[in-house]
């Protein structure tokens, strides 16, 4: 089983950065892909950045040039860079991963961009 616990969530003004951390713990070392989505209010839950099987990185179309994806492996964290926010980044973000088939959650972190 894998444990994901989220943190570095916030109010920021329009312009900012904020970063979000992943901590993942348990069996880490069977994670396949691991990634940040967010869900705003009333919308579905869609994809942000992601690490995918092969270590390749995709981004959603409207955080390309703005976010970035990063990782720590000695530390079992997975990071996300967010510059030049905008009130639409408003979201509960959550991490994911995949293991052994199985997909878990972290408990999301709230980030709120005021225009």
């Known amino acids: 089983q894998v444990q994901l616990v989220e943190s570095g969530g916030g109010l920021v003004q329009a312009g900012g950065s904020l970063r979000l951390s992943c901590a993942a713990s348990g069996s880490t070392a069977g994670i396949n892909q691991i990634g940040w989505y967010r869900q705003a209010p009333g919308k579905q839950r869609e994809l942000v950045a992601k690490?995918?099987?092969?270590?390749?990185?995709d981004y959603a179309d409207s955080v390309k040039g703005r976010f970035t994806i990063s990782r720590d492996n000695a530390k079992n964290t997975v990071y996300l860079q967010m510059d030049s926010l905008k009130p639409e980044d408003t979201a509960v973000y959550y991490c994911?991963?995949?293991?052994?088939?199985?997909?878990?959650w972290g408990q999301g972190t709230q980030v709120t961009v005021s225009s």
């Open positions: 690490f995918s099987n092969s270590g390749r990185t």
């Open positions: 994911k991963a995949t293991w052994a088939g199985y997909v878990y």
